[in-house]
């Protein structure tokens, strides 16, 4: 596999088919729990900690699943879902990096929200800070995050922890 530095809307369909990093490794949800419409950015370097970041986007439109369900009335999108995108991404790196092994997300530290996404809200951002990367027996990912929605951050997420796992059975 190529590293690409950028990934469409069909790449990560690929992905969330087991297409782009091969059978038994690294997927994202297919849709709806897919969070993320494109990778703008990937990189090994870079970031607040030098070890790599990634920039990803989500356009938001009313017609998004979780609108109608929460809260009839009062739509707003749920903040797991902003957290759980994070997770997605840094599994992704994960795959990306050519690591083996299925992903699951393994907690975080301290997580914040601070605003809301709104269905008149046009395009959340997520920022991945890469902090640490193992990649022995064990596979796991390391990383700060932020989302933003139309440029305004509103949450963010310390030490998202993401694994790698050849084999889930005892997980």
Known sequence: MTKQHAYTREDLLRCARGELFGPGNAQLPAPNMLMVD?????????????????????????DLWFFACHFEGDPVMPGCLGLDAMWQLLGFYLGWQGNPGRGRALGSGEVKFFGQVLPTAKKLTYNIHIKRTISRSLILGIADGTVSVDGREIYSAEGLRVGLFTSTDSF
């Open 38 to 62: 494109r990778i703008t950015h990937i990189s090994d370097v870079g970031g607040k900690y030098g070890k790599g970041e990634m920039v990803a986007e989500l356009d938001i439109n009313p």
